[in-house]
Each structure stands twice: as C-alpha cells, then as structure tokens.
C-alpha cells in the first residue's frame, strides 16, 4: 500500500512536470495578435461608417 501511495505521487509529480515545462513553451503572442487585428478591425469599420456619413452630408 505504501509503494503504491509512492508510486502515484512519483507519477503525480511528473506530470505536474512535464505541465509546467510545456506551459512554459507556450507562446501567447497568436492570442496578442489576433486581439490586436480585431482591434484594427474596429478602427476600419468606424473610419468606413465615418466616411459615408460625410458622403451623405455633401449630398443633402
């Protein structure tokens, strides 16, 4: 019973290993980027709307 308790914590630890290594290999930056390209979205669309209503006001 006591080499079984061991054995689990021995696997429980390295798994809580290889979590952290790979963690640590993450790269977040897709995630920054993809924000950052909504945010240029949002930028457009506004300067789109913004144009068509300074087209409507030459017109009338």
Same mark, same amino acid.
């Given at each position: 019973m006591v080499c079984k308790a061991h054995e689990q914590d021995a696997l429980l630890s390295a798994i #809580?290993? =290889?979590i952290r290594e790979e963690l #640590?290999? =993450?790269d977040l930056?897709?995630?920054k980027s993809q924000?950052?390209?909504?945010?240029?979205m949002d930028e457009d669309v506004?300067?789109?709307?913004?144009a068509l209503q300074q087209e409507?006001?030459?017109i009338t």
């Amino acid at each position: 019973m006591v080499c079984k308790a061991h054995e689990q914590d021995a696997l429980l630890s390295a798994i #809580r290993g =290889l979590i952290r290594e790979e963690l #640590r290999n =993450l790269d977040l930056t897709t995630e920054k980027s993809q924000q950052t390209q909504a945010g240029d979205m949002d930028e457009d669309v506004l300067g789109f709307l913004l144009a068509l209503q300074q087209e409507e006001d030459e017109i009338t």
